[in-house]
């Protein structure tokens, strides 16, 4: 019964210890792929809410080329007081994949070999969001 009890709460330890780690929105685009699907916690100065009543709030990383969009539809709305202020948010990493329209010039062809289009263009492009599950503003 005792080594039951051991091997549990050290697992619910291990798990605990795991759920513990804050990633930055750097961190969290660097190492996308491995967190896509996991529910993580990431922390972001949130740059602005969706104006239809705070579903959406956008993190910046430690530039405006790194935003994270975290949904909160599950979750509720976004306080107004999140705005200009590090969130830290507990949620799910989703990685969506978007195939852009095929490029046209504007004499209205297409580009590329064979009118097959801009090669570079139909790689699919691989991007993230997040669905929140809980958040905590951190400084105010």
């Known amino acids: 019964m005792m080594a039951v009890a051991l091997v549990t709460f050290t697992a619910c330890q291990k798990q605990a210890e795991q759920a513990q780690v804050v ?15 996991d529910t993580i916690y990431f922390e972001g100065i949130c740059s602005h809410l969706c104006k239809h009543g705070g579903r959406k709030a956008f993190l ?3 530039d405006e080329s790194r935003i994270l969009r975290v949904e909160g539809a599950k979750m509720g709305n976004f306080a ?25 010039s504007t004499d209205g062809l297409k580009h590329g070999e ?27």
């Open 23 to 37: 990633y930055s929105i750097d961190e969290v685009y660097a190492q996308a792929d491995e967190l896509a699907g």
């Open 60 to 62: 910046m990383g430690s």
């Open 80 to 104: 107004p007081e999140c705005i200009n202020n590090l969130v830290r948010v507990r949620g799910v990493l989703h990685a969506i994949e978007i195939i852009p329209e095929e490029c046209e």
């Open 114 to 140: 064979d009118d097959n289009g801009c090669e570079t263009e139909k790689k699919a492009i691989r991007k993230y969001f997040a669905e929140a599950v809980s958040y905590e503003i951190i400084t105010e």
